[in-house]
């Protein structure tokens, strides 16, 4: 075995000659964790069609499998290390069959993924997504192990990491999405805020901004093939910032810059960072219309203690002041937020503060993780995993309970309103049960979310996919608001407080 690699790039390969056998054009993705990750599967897939690859739904189907994988939690790596171990034997079949595991897990654990799943391929981390292509034909054609990842946060200048993590945004693939009227467009990468539980930083690399004419023109593209609402990521989005032309644009500019684009209905964008939460932000959302109601802006917890062991950059007392001017300056605004339970140095008490300030911000929905020690951040290094797995998981229903009545709660305010809903497509509930149109009327079971992103259900035909529908809400749980199409007219406060259609 030979090896041989290039220190700019993180490039290396490891030679494996097993010769070389015929071969389909199929390819299988599998996804784990966030938006970002969403969208960088759709450019790989983008590219290789453009290297005449299909897409396949069933990984027995497939020549090329790859894994797009997530290093945030444990539980979704051993996910992926599950999986992996399910299809080792499958080269014995399929000779020629090459697998990929990509993204932040790849660039975090690097060789160590050939150690413990042998069978794999190549390795490709979050910066060299546009180099698949090459190394999936390259490692059919010599069979020899690939590896290409970015520089680590302390291994060269700011310039030479940066440059190790490119942006990779030059395909788009409409079959990766959520819905054929929905479309991730990524704004920035990468991380400074080195919060001490987070890989992000070394997995995503350096907080970097893409110009906004760049950005502009992708949403052209995504409206011209149909896109009806965008959502802009970041891992702090509202971060943005890049200098064009001689002009300085921060996220309000961008979303200024893109408000007009023509076929676009809603703009959305997550995920915002407490202290980078600017007037010139939130005034620009309340005054263009096709702005969402709506901010996903982390808290993590209730306790400035917690919040100090976890870096965070804030006290409780500065994200309230926050809170507050969201509210203020857009009442209808819904703000959703994640927690952590469960940290290093989260006592009982810690927790109650913690429960204390959904019940205070009232929260559209947290997302609620417990705490799992990740090698390669400070906590892992520095902090002791001092709360108990059985502790964490008290803390976790408990919190979830809370926000699950606070949501239900807030939802029920929406019986007996109209509500403007951009229809997404069938149900999850309507698909996942197989059922079929209604034989007479072929009315399925469709959802799409209101202006401040909270979930509606509702009989109709599909024709609505993609369009903007009006709702009358007659009942809800904590996730979902159940409803009726509007057809004529709605009337308020009718005797059973539901809406009159005609």
């Known amino acids: 075995m030979t090896q041989t690699s290039n220190e700019k790039t993180g490039f290396l390969a490891e030679e494996e000659n097993t010769g070389n056998q015929p071969h389909n054009n199929k390819l299988f993705i599998e996804t784990v964790g966030c938006q970002?990750?969403?969208?960088?599967?759709?450019?790989?897939?983008?590219?290789?069609?453009?290297?005449?690859?299909?897409?396949?739904?069933?990984?027995?189907?497939?020549?090329?499998?790859?894994?797009?994988?997530?290093?945030?939690?444990?539980?979704?790596?051993?996910?992926?290390?599950?999986?992996?171990?399910?299809?080792?034997?499958?080269?014995?079949?399929?000779?020629?069959l090459v697998i990929g595991v990509m993204g932040c897990m790849a660039q975090k654990d690097q060789k160590l993924?050939?150690?413990?799943?042998?069978?794999?391929?190549?390795?490709?981390?979050?910066?060299?997504?546009?180099?698949?292509?090459?190394l999936v034909q390259e490692a059919r054609n010599d069979r020899k192990r690939k590896v290409a990842v970015s520089l680590g946060r302390k291994n060269g200048s700011k310039l030479e990491i940066s440059s190790s993590f490119q942006s990779y945004d030059p395909l788009r693939d409409p079959e990766m999405r959520p819905s054929p009227y929905q479309a991730f467009v990524r704004i920035m990468i990468g991380c400074d805020k080195f919060c001490t539980y987070c890989v992000v930083p070394s997995t995503r690399g350096p907080e970097q901004s893409r110009p906004p004419s760049d950005i502009a023109s992708e949403v052209k593209v995504l409206a011209g093939q149909g896109v009806k609402e965008v959502t802009l990521l970041g891992q702090t989005v509202n971060s943005y910032k890049h200098t064009e032309n001689g002009k300085q644009y921060r996220l309000a500019d961008l979303l200024e810059l893109i408000h007009d684009t023509n076929g676009i209905d809603r703009i959305k964008f997550i995920t915002s960072y407490p202290k980078d939460m600017?007037?010139?932000?939130?005034?620009?959302?309340?005054?263009?219309?096709?702005?969402?109601?709506?901010?996903?802006?982390p808290v993590q917890?209730?306790?400035?203690?917690?919040?100090?062991?976890?870096?965070?950059?804030?006290?409780?007392?500065?994200?309230?002041?926050?809170?507050?001017?969201?509210?203020?300056?857009m009442p209808d605004c819904a703000v959703s937020s994640d927690f952590i339970v469960g940290h290093p140095g989260e006592t009982e008490e810690a927790f109650q503060k913690s429960l204390d300030i959904i019940r205070l911000c009232r929260f559209k929905n947290s997302f609620i993780f417990k705490y799992s020690p990740r090698p390669g951040?400070?906590?892992?290094?520095?902090?002791?995993?001092?709360?108990?797995?059985?502790?964490?998981?008290?803390?976790?229903?408990?919190?979830?309970?809370?926000?699950?009545?606070?949501?239900?709660?807030?939802?029920?305010?929406?019986?007996?309103?109209?509500?403007?809903?951009?229809?997404?497509?069938?149900?999850?509930?309507?698909?996942?049960?197989?059922?079929?149109?209604?034989?007479?009327?072929?009315?399925?079971?469709?959802?799409?979310?209101?202006?401040?992103?909270?979930?509606?259900?509702?009989?109709?035909?599909?024709?609505?996919?993609?369009?903007?529908?009006?709702?009358?809400?007659?009942?809800?749980?904590?996730?979902?608001?159940?409803?009726?199409?509007?057809?004529?007219?709605?009337?308020?406060?009718?005797?059973?407080?539901?809406?009159?259609?005609?």
Request: with cysteine; hydrophobic share 35%; net charge negative.
């Open 301 to 329: 917890s209730g306790c400035n203690d917690v919040l100090k062991l976890m870096k965070r950059g804030y006290t409780v007392e500065e994200y309230l002041e926050m809170h507050d001017r969201i509210k203020e300056i």
């Open 113 to 134: 993924i050939f150690k413990r799943a042998p069978h794999v391929d190549l390795v490709v981390g979050t910066g060299q997504l546009a180099e698949i292509p090459r």
């Open 278 to 297: 600017g007037n010139d932000l939130l005034t620009t959302m309340r005054d263009l219309p096709k702005l969402s109601r709506y901010i996903h802006v």
């Open 377 to 502: 951040t400070k906590a892992f290094d520095k902090l002791a995993d001092d709360v108990p797995d059985k502790e964490k998981k008290r803390r976790n229903n408990i919190m979830l309970d809370l926000q699950n009545e606070i949501s239900e709660e807030d939802n029920y305010h929406f019986i007996g309103k109209e509500v403007e809903v951009l229809v997404e497509g069938m149900s999850k509930t309507f698909i996942k049960k197989g059922l079929e149109p209604d034989s007479e009327t072929q009315k399925v079971q469709l959802m799409g979310r209101t202006k401040c992103d909270r979930i509606v259900v509702f009989d109709g035909n599909r024709r609505l996919e993609g369009s903007l529908a009006n709702i009358g809400i007659y009942d809800c749980t904590p996730t979902t608001l159940l409803g009726m199409i509007v057809t004529k007219e709605f009337q308020h406060g009718s005797e059973e407080g539901l809406p009159i259609l005609h």
């Open 36 to 96: 970002m990750n969403l969208l960088d599967s759709e450019l790989v897939v983008g590219a290789l069609r453009q290297s005449g690859y299909e897409l396949a739904s069933d990984i027995n189907e497939a020549d090329t499998l790859l894994f797009n994988t997530c290093s945030v939690r444990e539980h979704a790596e051993h996910k992926v290390y599950s999986q992996l171990g399910r299809i080792k034997f499958f080269k014995k079949d399929r000779p020629n």
